[in-house]
T-cell receptor
Framework: ETGVTQSPTHLIKTRGQQVTLRCSSQ?????VSWYQQALGQGPQFIFQ???????GRGNFPPRFSGLQFPNYSSELNVNALELDDSALYLC???????????FGPGTRLLVL | AQRVTQPEKLLSVFKGAPVELKCNYS??????LFWYVQYSRQRLQLLLR??SRESIKGFTADLNKGETSFHLKKPFAQEEDSAMYYC??????????FGKGTTLSVSS
């Protein structure tokens, strides 16, 4: 079992609201990536942070934003929630460019 | 555009039968190729990566750069192999690009 944890496990929001999802990476892992996994689909890359700076972004609008903190934790914030934002949100951390990514269990978000 | 194709959504085999999960990719540069697996009620985890050239749980995968394929194979499937399998290319330091996944169902 890896050391990547995510909270909360499940969340229900209504359209237009804002949500913050949290991830705690393995100690020593400077890179964290966030993915969105819709039902029946593979994970889609949202963005990546390295030492508290965003250094990569997928095809997601600016209302998806993030933060990474020095204590190996990070956040994914989504503003103005839409129904299509309903998905499993995964974070993954790694210690270096060549290292394996370790995934958390995910947060399942339902937007009504 | 970077793209991964896993043509089979579901692959059903009997225990002891050979398994091949197909993966084709379109990716600029020279990516590293990975297979990730998700067992029921467990998190996504690495199964194998092509540079390791390992056999993990009896699975192997050969990278064919000419055909841009990275098919996952196992000669004799076991019931515990039932899971969702994702192929993912990756350039060092960047994010994984996942296919839609193949559900492998092994029955006795």
């Amino acid at each position: 079992e890896t050391g990547v944890t995510q909270s909360p496990t499940h969340l229900i929001k209504t359209r237009g609201q804002q949500v913050t999802l949290r991830c705690s990476s393995q100690s020593g892992h400077n890179t964290v990536s966030w993915y969105q996994q819709a039902l029946g689909q593979g994970p889609q890359f949202i963005f990546q942070y390295y030492r508290e700076e965003e250094n990569g972004r997928g095809n997601f609008p600016p209302r998806f934003s993030g933060l990474q903190f020095p204590n190996y934790s990070s956040e994914l914030n989504v503003n103005a929630l839409e129904l299509d934002d309903s998905a499993l949100y995964l974070c993954a951390s790694r210690g270096g460019a060549q290292e394996t990514q370790y995934f958390g269990p995910g947060t399942r978000l339902l937007v009504l | 555009a970077q793209r991964v194709t896993q043509p089979e959504k579901l692959l059903s085999v009997f225990k002891g039968a050979p398994v091949e999960l197909k993966c084709n990719y379109s990716y600029s540069g020279s990516p590293e190729l990975f297979w990730y697996v998700q067992y029921s009620r467990q998190r996504l985890q690495l199964l194998l990566r092509h540079i390791s050239r390992e056999s993990i749980k009896g699975f192997t995968a050969d990278l064919n750069k000419g055909e841009t394929s990275f098919h996952l194979k196992k000669p004799f499937a076991q019931e515990e192999d039932s899971a969702m399998y994702y192929c993912a290319p990756n350039q060092a330091g960047t994010a994984l690009i996942f296919g839609k996944g193949t559900t492998l169902s092994v029955s006795s």
